[in-house]
């Protein structure tokens, strides 16, 4: 019940395309959504986050779609550039303790 | 202002030595995370600290991990008589507050058992 599952594992979008990465929960009792993008050696950076509340959230290219009923939630990214190529991780926080995906490594072509 | 940083960023141990990974958190942040990431994996869960409570240590794997934080601030994770399956990268984050929004990553620690 403590799980978040991710998909896909890995993705490759040619530039300009739209990027979707897709995770579900179990546990109702999760109140924070967040995505977070990893660059090679570096540690995860905050993207974007959702509340439990709202059925979409928009921050530039970037979008969560959430869907309470169906426990899923998805990252779209828009106009996806080379630049974007990392590994997104989606995240499901109780109080403090969060459960992340597995991550999808995203590679977007030139 | 300067972020969380984390030393060494890289460790190779032999199997069976003890080893030690330094976390500064974000000054003035009260509450420190620990995470393990193995290859292809995702973020799995170690410890918490928030202030002055008790941390939460239900994510550590086996008594041979245990967790410190010194005076509120600093943090080392300790693992004794390393395995191989130790062999992981050692994230460190840290948030304003209980359940504070944005957790801020730091580069990590490359564990290496050989």
């Known amino acids: 019940q403590q799980q978040v599952k991710q998909s896909p594992q890995s993705l490759i979008v040619q530039k300009g395309g739209i990027s979707i990465i897709n995770c579900a929960y179990e546990?109702?009792?999760?109140?924070?959504f967040p995505w977070y993008q990893q660059f090679p050696g570096k540690g995860p950076a905050l993207l974007i986050a959702i509340r439990p509340d709202v059925s979409e959230k928009k921050e530039g290219r970037f979008t969560i779609s959430f869907n309470k009923s169906a426990k899923q939630f998805s990252l779209h990214i828009m106009d996806s550039q080379p630049g974007d190529s990392a590994t997104y991780f989606c995240?499901?926080?109780?109080?403090?303790?969060?459960?992340f995906g597995t991550g999808t490594r995203l590679k977007v072509l030139a | 202002g300067a972020g969380v940083s984390q030393s060494p960023s890289n460790k190779v141990t032999e199997k069976g030595k003890d080893v030690e990974l330094r976390c500064d958190p974000i000054?003035?942040?009260?509450?420190l995370y620990w995470y393990r990431q193995s290859l292809g994996q995702g973020l799995e869960f170690l410890i918490y600290?928030?202030?002055?409570?008790?941390?939460?240590k239900s994510g550590l794997p086996s008594d041979r991990f245990s967790a410190e934080r010194t005076g509120g601030s600093v943090s080392t994770l300790t693992i004794q008589r390393t395995q191989q399956e130790d062999s992981a990268v050692y994230l460190c984050?840290?948030?304003?507050?209980?359940?504070?929004?944005?957790?801020?990553f730091g580069p990590g620690t490359r564990l290496t058992v050989t």
């Open positions: 546990n109702t009792a999760f109140d924070y």
């Open positions: 000054s003035g942040h009260t509450a």
């Open positions: 600290f928030q202030g002055n409570s008790a941390p939460d």
């Open positions: 995240a499901a926080r109780r109080t403090y303790k969060y459960i």
């Open positions: 984050a840290s948030s304003y507050g209980q359940g504070g929004d944005e957790q801020y």
